[in-house]
């Protein structure tokens, strides 16, 4: 199973299973994290955290606050992509891959805007 990304006319592919989606909120300046499974199905966000709240960062009534990070397991449908937009008011979008993580300008090789993800339909 892979990871297509789509940007501006060029995808990339990544051989993984899961992965670690990493951003910076605009105005508070605080880490939010997502874990994603590729599976047949689509992409399921798998739990989610946040290292704050404010400015619409509030984490919901089921998160638990462990090791300075609030998380919770959203209750989400399988998707079949995610866009992924770039404000350029705080960091970019950081995939993050057994602990390696890069920026989607760094994977693509070049600054990018929106960014779809989904699963690589075999050939």
Request: aromatic content about 8%.
């Amino acid at each position: 199973m892979s990871l297509c990304l789509a940007s501006a006319g060029v995808v990339k592919t990544l051989s993984v299973a899961a992965f670690t989606l990493v951003w910076t909120h605009s105005v508070e300046k605080i880490d939010w994290q997502e874990d994603w499974r590729v599976t047949p199905a689509g992409l399921e966000l798998a739990q989610a955290r946040v290292k704050g709240s404010g400015a619409g960062m509030e984490p919901p009534p089921e998160a638990r606050l462990v090791d300075g990070w609030f998380r919770w397991y959203p209750r989400r449908a399988t998707l079949p992509e995610v866009a992924l937009g770039n404000s350029g008011a705080a960091g970019e979008w950081r995939l993050c891959v057994g602990g390696k993580c890069r920026t989607l300008s760094d994977i693509f090789g070049y600054p990018i805007g929106v960014t779809t993800m989904r699963v690589c339909q075999d050939p």
